[in-house]
C-alpha cells in the first residue's frame, strides 16, 4: 500500500507560479511510475504530467512549457512547478503513484486526497 499526501496547493492570480509536492510512503519510491492529475469543475479528472521510475517525462499538451514535473526519490516526494498559470488550470489536483512487477504487471494503482488550485484572472 502507498500513502501519497499532497500539499501546495492555493489561490493565486493568472501569472502566477506554484509548487505542489506529494510524499509517498509505503513502498519504495524509486520503483513508482508517478503522476499529477486534475479535475476541473465539470470535467473528468484529466493527466498533466507523469514522471516513470526511469525519470521518462510526459505532459498534457496544454501545460507542455508551463509545468515541470519532477521526483526526488531520497526525499519520497514529486513535485509539480507550475508557471505561468492561466484560469483554465484552476482545479483539485491530485498525485498518483502505480507499481509494476519487474514482468510489467500492475501491482498497485494509488491516490492521494487532493490539492486544490484556483487561479483568478
Known amino acids: 500500500q502507498v500513502r501519497l499526501v499532497e500539499s501546495g496547493g492555493a489561490s493565486v492570480q493568472a501569472g502566477d507560479s506554484l509548487r505542489l509536492s506529494c510524499a509517498a510512503s509505503?513502498?519504495?519510491?524509486?520503483?513508482?511510475?508517478l503522476a499529477w492529475y486534475r479535475q476541473s469543475p465539470g470535467k473528468q479528472r484529466e493527466l498533466v504530467a507523469r514522471?516513470?521510475?526511469?525519470?521518462?517525462?510526459r505532459y498534457e499538451s496544454a501545460v507542455k512549457g508551463r509545468f515541470t514535473i519532477s521526483r526526488v526519490n531520497a526525499l519520497n516526494t514529486v513535485y509539480l512547478q507550475m508557471s505561468n498559470l492561466e484560469p483554465d488550470d484552476t482545479g483539485v489536483y491530485y498525485c498518483?503513484?502505480?507499481?509494476?512487477?519487474?514482468?510489467?504487471?500492475?501491482?498497485?494503482?494509488?491516490w492521494g486526497q487532493g490539492t486544490q488550485v484556483t487561479v483568478s484572472s
Open positions: 498518483n503513484a502505480v507499481e509494476f512487477s519487474p514482468a510489467g504487471v500492475l501491482r498497485g494503482d494509488y
Open positions: 509505503g513502498r519504495p519510491f524509486n520503483v513508482l511510475d
Open positions: 514522471i516513470t521510475a526511469g525519470d521518462r517525462q
